[in-house]
């Protein structure tokens, strides 16, 4: 009861969204599936990838590398499979080489104190190019991702087979959404990881270990970069390209601030993303309106302009995200 | 730094004390030039991976972008836009603004620029390369002035911003090449060759727009470091709360900053129109914006800085191509290269192993989003 009064406005939104979605589904079951289908699809690797900034800013250490991560997670994944002709070991890669990217960064900005934007950035141009030069053509997944099915919630109509019935990554993405939530919130690292971004000088008076702390949450966060480049790679396109993430580590930074660093809110702002474009993208086939490809590509950059102008003035990000720790500089 | 103790010492040292000294003293060039060393070093080894011997490929390299005057003109080419996006991103460096969008603003520049130079064919060279150089500069300092006015007013993190900004130039200018600006009975979605009169001469080797470029990094320099301008941005740059304190309005100097960053991106593309390419076509300007970055942070954001880090950049991509014909091997080695110079010149790990306590301080350039 306590949590219900306590959540509100949230609770009643998601209730209006879904109520709307299933009267959607009730006049055009194909188009509401097909659109939510293409939303959550959409926003899975950013609700991941957005994750990786909640833990790392809600620790102090904003991270513009995301994009790198994903880079070379994907590559790593997807060549790891390839050339070893197991999917097993494509997702070990791809997952390990996020928590290899996250290590590099939470070792330069939290250890050796390089300024944190542009040890993102560092991270991005060393994705980029390690990617493009080791980059092979002509390479294929030994095998398509297998698909799981829940078992009961599968069988929902409309959201059962668009949420429930998903390779790993996906399924993966959903579940941490709410276990970081209550991480975050609930645990006692949870507790500690948002002293040290908010004011890790009180932290560290009260014997949390900032500089540890940071270099495991920052480190570990790879991890979900990773699983975000390697859905991408092996889930979604079963291939690779040169610049494959194609800017979604930097909307899924849009998406962090859109959401508050919240993972739950997070994710939301995702969904949204999506079903804007899936919107737009319905219009152009339904023929309702002639819109240039061009535009509906460049749809959620405007839109995240847009949100962030009205959005970022309104949300307050970790006080000390940004700023690296010293022990004893106050 | 070295302080006045030190340096009354200096006159009693032994020759080998005294150049230590020195070295320690200009430890700011010093350490890029270890780093590029470095970089060099474990490049010769991903080449030596690859089956290459390192030596012939760094020589098959240096000799095509520096020893004929075919490869120097090109290397000068590639250098010209390169030092103007680095300008670009150091003065928004020194106002604490970092702006990712130089491409963005970049492309806008070479469109403008295209634009002008053949709707207006016209008119004789002396009205009509200004106003296409004009037109470049308006059009970058419009584009990057959206980030500055997200910034002031909304407090948009100007990365976000500019990433975004980047990528909607992309579609807008797609679309515009594809469309309305097309030139006729082409499938290459590009705008017609500009005036012939619009393009810009050459010096023996050297294209007139480095010479533009060359003259706007110590325009620039002066600016920073000499003008009450340069002062408002500095202070802006340094302390926030000093210098509001102190009555410059903030919002005023951010997107102040934002407009001459964007001026310099766009002339950069400009220039590369009327000097290069003669009209815009989709990816002929590629990288270039983003190029700007790793040479604004080589530099440090010193204007005069820019000029060797831009050519370093520029010997990199000249010499890439004839690298890849020679042996094989895949032009995005100057990335890697590029990348852990980058990384080593950033990090303040080696100034500290090199000097241990007589490190020099380095300042943080860029701000979080709260601020």
Known sequence: ?330 | MIDTEDAVATAELTPLRRLWEFIVRYQAVVVPLVALGLAFSIGALLIQLQGVNPSFAYQSLFRSALMTSDGLQRTLEKATPLILTGLAVSIALRVGLFNIGAQGQLIFGALGAAWVGYQWASLPAIFLIPAALAAGTLFGAMWASISGLLKAYRGVHEVISTIMLNSIAVGIIDWLVSYPLKEEGQILQRTPEIAEQAKLPMFSFVPAGFIVSVALALALAWLLNRTTLGFRFNTVGKNKHAARYAGIKLPGAIVGAMLFSGGLAGLGGAIETLGVVHRYENGFNAGLGFDGITIALLARGNPIATIPAALLVGVLRAGAASLQFDTGIQPEVVDLLLAITLLLVSIPLLAGVLFRDRAAKSEALTSGWGS
């Not at chain 1, 939510?36 to 790392?56: C, D, H, K, N």
């Not at chain 1, 997944?141 to 929902?156: G, H, N, Q």
């Open chain 1, 1 to 330: 009861m306590r949590y219900l009064s306590e959540h509100r406005k949230g609770l009643s939104m998601l209730a209006i969204v879904t109520i709307g979605f299933y009267a959607f589904y009730f006049i055009s079951p194909i188009k509401a599936s097909s659109m939510l289908e293409s939303s959550w699809r959409f926003a899975i690797p950013l609700v991941l990838a957005a994750m990786v900034g909640v833990i790392g800013e809600r620790s102090g250490v904003v991270n513009i590398g995301i994009e790198g991560q994903m880079l070379t997670s994907a590559f790593a994944g997807f060549f790891g499979a390839a050339f070893t002709g197991s999917l097993v070991i494509g997702v070990i890669a791809g997952v390990l080489t996020g928590i290899l990217m996250g290590a590099f960064l939470a070792w330069t900005t939290v250890k050796w104190q390089l300024d944190q934007i542009i040890a993102g950035v560092v991270l991005n141009i060393v994705a980029a190019g390690v990617t493009s030069f080791y980059y092979k053509q002509g390479n294929t997944l030994p095998a398509l991702m297998p698909k799981f099915k829940v078992p009961i919630l599968s069988d929902i109509p409309l959201i059962g087979p668009v949420f429930f019935n998903r390779g790993i990554f996906a399924l993966a993405a959903l579940v941490l959404v709410f276990v970081v939530q209550y991480m975050l919130f609930s645990t006692r690292w949870g507790l500690r990881t948002r002293a040290i971004g908010e004011y890790p000088n009180a932290a560290d008076t009260a014997g949390v270990d900032v500089i540890k702390m940071r270099l495991i949450n920052v480190t570990l966060a790879g991890g979900l970069a990773g699983m975000a480049g390697a859905y991408l790679s092996m889930e979604a396109a079963g291939t690779f390209e040169r610049g494959f993430t194609a800017g979604r580590g930097f909307l899924a930074l849009a998406i962090l601030i859109f959401g508050a660093w919240y993972p739950n809110r997070v994710m939301a702002a995702a969904l949204f993303f999506g079903f804007a474009s899936a919107t737009a993208a319905q219009l152009q086939i339904d023929k309702v309106v002639e819109i240039p490809q061009q535009f509906i590509n460049m749809l959620p950059f405007v839109m995240t302009l847009i949100v962030l102008s009205v959005a970022a003035g309104r949300v307050r990000p970790p006080a000390a995200a940004g700023t690296p720790f010293v022990k004893g500089s106050a």
